[in-house]
């Protein structure tokens, strides 16, 4: 079982950046593939970012490709996603998933959630 939390949401203009953080309770993170989601008003939850538990292998949505960089840190049970040149378009409230695999976590099979964390970029 694990846990997730995020933070570091929050207002930003477009150009900007923000670094969010995904902080998981339980003894088996470090045996997870971590990611983040994001689902805009009206529409579905997209994958975005994965990374391998050892943090060598990482996956990203071609949307983000290039300007979102996700991270872990195993010693202190969390991942991070490093967010530049933000746009309006990826305003959306993010969640942090764990799955077994980059595979499930992509497919979302399985995965826990946190309950989100909201960016908003302003124009």
């Known amino acids: 079982q694990v846990q997730l939390v995020e933070s570091g949401g929050g207002l930003v203009q477009a150009g900007g950046s923000l670094r969010l953080s995904c902080a998981a309770s339980?003894?088996?993170?470090?045996?997870?593939?971590m990611g983040w989601f994001r689902q805009a008003p009206g529409k579905e939850r997209e994958f975005k970012a994965a990374?391998?538990?050892?943090?060598?292998?990482?996956y990203y949505a071609d949307s983000v490709k290039g300007r979102f960089t996700i991270s872990r840190d195993n010693a202190k049970n969390t991942v991070y996603l490093q967010m530049n040149s933000l746009k309006p378009d990826d305003t959306a409230v993010y969640y942090c998933?764990?799955?077994?695999?980059?595979?499930?976590?992509?497919?979302?099979?399985?995965?826990?959630w946190g309950k989100g964390t909201l960016v908003t970029v302003s124009t």
């Open positions: 339980g003894r088996t993170f470090s045996t997870y593939a």
């Open positions: 998933a764990a799955a077994p695999t980059i595979a499930t976590i992509t497919r979302a099979i399985g995965n826990y």
């Open positions: 990374i391998n538990w050892r943090g060598d292998n990482t």
